[in-house]
């Protein structure tokens, strides 16, 4: 072990794994398997003291510093060559305030742990559709799921965070303490500090209504057309999506149509079962279902339904768009291109961002479109590593094809790792106002493996958090 990091592993709680460690092949592995990076060491932080000690080494010692959560970001953030990795994996604590109906969780929980523990309480916030994923990166991008239009994007729903910033401090940001940099972890990636700890706002929640309809691609224009319609104007009860989807081999699929490609629809309803199963029928009217497996369940179900369709080790290739709505042109170029879906881990949603996300005003938070309807991904996955020039091709063509159809920018959490030239669209009327509080918080760009926010060069004018 070098000096240097001889002295880092004395002084935090955590594991400091190098090149020449057992332990180091499984440490450096993230996500997406198209990632080989080989960081100078992995750090398993287990405190907020272990996470000042990692952040302040690379600093003093000039290492590229790179904040892991959930490990799931596509472009591989949590990871770099030579990089000094701040693991935040272990940190997975999550205490429950029921008269507060709040959580505080570690900033490396999955949102399986976390869904888990609130659900126990009969509670829940907005988090993703995927369980594995960290509550980390998610937040801090904006946080899109089945609850968003009921209860806000995840960040809306972040009360205050614990944040170590590039100087080594360990600060808090909440409306009163921060509120510049409570404002920018609303959305603003991981560019402001490595946070340690996420107070949340929670919601009652029992059961849900919920599931998966496929529908024959013949019936695609109709089921998106109906879905367009009916979401403008929705309860906020009901959080749900359509997709491109191929069926998997599952018991509720015939036989014969495992394989192909299907218009799906994936329903969240929290509010009272039979208006939700009225409202599920409607999907029915309108085109009958070739299999469909809806059901009542408790909501950390429905968020780990899905799992089995991306084991970690895919290769991945991503890309995001904002979409204003489902316009017939864009439905038959989504038409074009979706049954293309290479893979039956591959995907395409269309997430309505409505209702509660449009409560918010589009400068009270960092995220950067509360004017958009839809978040879009084309999410390329695959388990081959021969298949990923032609996979990626098919993200690219699609992703030029909607162009037209939809915003500059995108969700800068399904943004790819060659999508840096477009933070600033990403961000929109917001982009400026980060470089500020980038350059307040991180003038040298400690944190820039991420979408990266350049600080500005200059103080610009100072604007109170709405
Ligand atoms: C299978 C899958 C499903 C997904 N589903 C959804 C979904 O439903 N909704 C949605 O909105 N997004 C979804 N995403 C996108 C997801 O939001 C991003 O990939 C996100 O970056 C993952 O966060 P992470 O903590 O797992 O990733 P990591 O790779 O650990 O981190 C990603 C970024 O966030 C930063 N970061 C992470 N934790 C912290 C922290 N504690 N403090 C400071 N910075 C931190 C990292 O530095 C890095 O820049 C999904 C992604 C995958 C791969």
């Known amino acids: 072990m070098t000096q240097a990091l001889s002295t880092l592993a004395d002084r935090v709680a955590g594991q400091v794994i190098r090149p020449e460690d057992d332990g180091y092949e499984e440490a450096r592995r993230v996500y997406n398997a198209m990632i080989d990076a080989r960081p100078a060491a992995v750090v398993r932080c287990t405190t907020d003291d272990d996470v000042v000690a990692v952040v302040r080494h690379a600093r003093d010692k000039g290492l590229s510093l790179a904040i892991r959560g959930g490990a799931h970001s596509v472009p591989g953030f949590g990871t770099a060559d030579g990089a000094l990795v701040a693991d935040l994996s272990p940190m997975q ?64 729903n972040v ?35 490595a946070v340690t700890r996420f107070t949340y706002q929670l919601h009652p929640m029992g059961e849900i209504l919920g599931g998966v309809m496929f529908f024959e691609l013949a019936d695609g224009p109709a089921v998106f057309a109906h879905f367009r319609e009916f979401i403008r104007d929705a309860p906020r009860q009901y959080g749900g999506f359509p997709a491109f989807q191929i069926a998997p081999p599952l018991p509720f ?64 290739y991503w890309k995001a768009a904002y979409l204003d709505d489902l316009s017939d042109e864009a439905i038959a170029v989504n038409m074009q291109h979706g049954p293309k879906v290479p893979t039956v881990n591959a995907t395409v949603h269309f997430y309505p961002i409505n209702g509660a996300v449009h409560d918010v005003p589009g ?17 390329g996955m695959w388990p081959d590593p021969s298949d990923n020039e032609a996979n990626t091709r098919w993200v690219r063509d ?33 982009y400026s ?6 350059r307040r918080y991180d003038p040298d760009n400690l944190f820039h493996l991420n979408q990266n926010i350049q600080p500005s060069p200059v103080p610009l004018p100072r604007e109170d958090p709405a």
């Open 93 to 156: 604590t999550v205490d429950i305030d029921d008269a507060a109906r709040t959580a505080t969780a570690g900033g490396g929980t999955t949102w399986g742990r976390f869904n888990d523990v609130t659900a126990a309480h009969a509670l829940a916030t907005t988090g993703g559709i995927i369980s594995t994923t960290g509550i980390g990166g998610l937040t801090l991008g904006g946080g899109i799921g089945y609850l968003c239009r009921a209860f806000g994007l995840s960040c809306d």
């Open 159 to 193: 009360l205050s965070a614990r944040v170590v910033t590039a100087d080594g401090s360990l600060v808090t940001a909440s409306a009163d303490e921060n509120p510049d940099l409570l404002w920018a972890l609303r959305g603003g990636g991981g560019n402001f500090g």
């Open 253 to 316: 699929v015939p036989e014969d149509r495992a394989g192909e490609p299907f218009v799906a629809v994936v329903s969240c309803w929290t509010g009272d079962p039979e208006e939700g199963a009225r409202v599920l029928d409607r999907f029915r009217q309108v085109a009958r279902p070739v299999a469909e497996m809806i059901g009542a369940m408790p909501y950390p179900a429905l968020n780990s339904a899905f799992d089995g369709l991306v084991p970690a080790g895919l290769q991945h």
């Open 363 to 379: 400068n009270a938070t960092a995220f950067g479109h509360r004017d958009a309807n839809y978040a879009m991904v084309i999410a």
């Open 398 to 430: 699609y992703h030029s094809a909607i162009a037209p159809h939809s915003a500059t920018g995108g969700y800068t959490n399904f943004a790819s790792a060659d999508d840096q030239d477009k933070v600033a669209d990403n961000y929109g009327v917001n």
């Open 433 to 438: 106002r980060l470089t500020e509080v980038k």
